[in-house]
């Protein structure tokens, strides 16, 4: 920053209003930060980033019209020179990967603490990177542990079952009835048994036994098959 204007400029990207309030606050507590707009979709998320020319830009990963990663592509064919920190609940290891590839500087979890974010912030600031819960200097090292990561859950991903489906076999594998299951995904029992016989149909077997026999030959366990619900891939 120059000696004409010593804090930094913060643009938030988030469809939930009572977010977007709850960070206002929490970025304005810092006698160098200015939260000079707010948008509520990816479009506009876009648009005010070309207009306002922010410092930094908080961009949620999942918001109507334009997706996150949408909003970043363009951004990226505009030339924006705001730095991009990618805010999800919950996101894969090949979300942030590509992310980072479209020029995200940072992505968080919304489940990290406040104080997180203020660092994320400083550190993109000193030109820095930030995933998950520490810096990085070296994107190029950044990515190639992501990538690492990415190669070994492939042979998973080869199966053909979709990540909500990969996420049912691990509660599965971990004794939870398709009650428990829609309770914990707030879907219904019967969206359950759908979900249950794509999967039967994709792996070739017909019942749980055969599922879970199927997954001890394959070497499939829940942490294989990735993460809970509600539990982001972003923290170590």
Do not use: Y
Not at 51 to 65: E, S
Request: net charge negative; aromatic share 4%.
């Amino acid at each position: 920053m120059d000696g004409k204007r010593q804090f930094v400029r913060i643009l938030i990207a988030d469809d939930h209003p009572i977010f977007r309030i709850g960070l206002r606050k929490v970025l304005e507590f810092q006698k160098d930060f200015r939260v000079v707009g707010e948008a509520a979709n990816g479009a506009e998320a876009v648009k005010l980033a070309n207009q306002l020319k922010p410092d930094v830009l908080l961009l949620d990963l999942d918001m109507p019209n334009v997706s996150g990663l949408e909003a970043l592509r363009e951004l990226r064919a505009s030339s924006s020179a705001c730095r991009t920190v990618l805010i999800a609940a919950a996101i894969e290891k090949e979300e942030i990967l590509t992310a980072m590839k479209l020029g995200a500087r940072g992505v968080l979890s919304k489940e990290q603490p406040a104080e997180l974010l203020i660092d994320c912030i400083r550190s993109l600031m000193s030109d820095q990177f930030w995933i998950g819960q520490d810096s990085a200097s070296d994107l190029v090292e950044a990515i190639r542990a992501l990538e690492s990561r990415t190669e070994e859950i492939s042979d998973i991903q080869r199966l053909g079952l979709t990540a909500r489906e990969r996420q049912i076999v691990a509660a599965i594998l971990s004794g939870h009835t398709n009650k428990d299951i829609a309770q914990e995904f707030s879907i219904s029992k019967e969206t359950v048994k759908s979900h249950l016989s794509n999967i039967f149909d994709k792996l070739g077997v017909s019942n749980r036994l055969e599922l879970a026999l199927f997954a001890i030959h394959h070497q499939l366990g829940p942490e294989e098959l990735g993460p809970r619900p509600g539990k982001s891939s972003v923290s170590p």
